[in-house]
């Protein structure tokens, strides 16, 4: 199950999410049993399915929200491209996000320290070292 969970690809998200489907609406069915039950005068019975099917009901709808928002998380990773300003005079050293129009050695904003402008020295896009995710099969 950990093993699941670490590895965030859409194949095993899509398997979580019909595990969680099939788990709430055997909760549903649980909950309409003991409803039943209940009326059918078997009240212990009838508490017991309720307890299980509520149980399960809110163990998949929390599973649900979990898996969606790892999801979502995956969508909005895209490595951010980053520019990095230098002023030429005292040396200080700025990092921002690229914005359109960015090349190398264009002048931009003054410096904060001694106000000189500054020079874009690097762009280049953030690259965090991930291993690629393999599927177990
Ligand atoms: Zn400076």
Excluded: H, W
Excluded at 116 to 137: D, G, Q, W
């Amino acid at each position: 199950m950990s093993k699941a969970s670490s590895s965030s690809t859409a194949k095993i998200s899509s398997f979580v999410l019909i595990v969680i489907f099939i788990t709430l609406a055997l909760s549903l069915a649980a909950i309409v049993l003991s409803v039943n039950a209940f009326s059918g005068g078997q009240e212990v019975f009838a508490g017991y399915l309720l307890l299980i099917g509520v149980l399960s009901a809110a163990l998949s709808v929390y599973v649900l929200f979990q898996t969606r928002k790892r999801i979502l998380r995956l969508k909005i990773e895209v490595p951010p491209i980053t520019t990095t300003i230098e002023c030429r005079k005292c040396g200080f050293k700025s990092i921002r996000e690229f914005q359109r129009g960015d090349y190398i050695f264009k002048d931009v904003e003054p410096c904060q320290k001694c106000n000189e402008n500054m020079l874009i020295t690097a762009i280049y896009r953030e690259v965090k070292e991930r291993k690629r995710e393999r599927f177990p099969f």
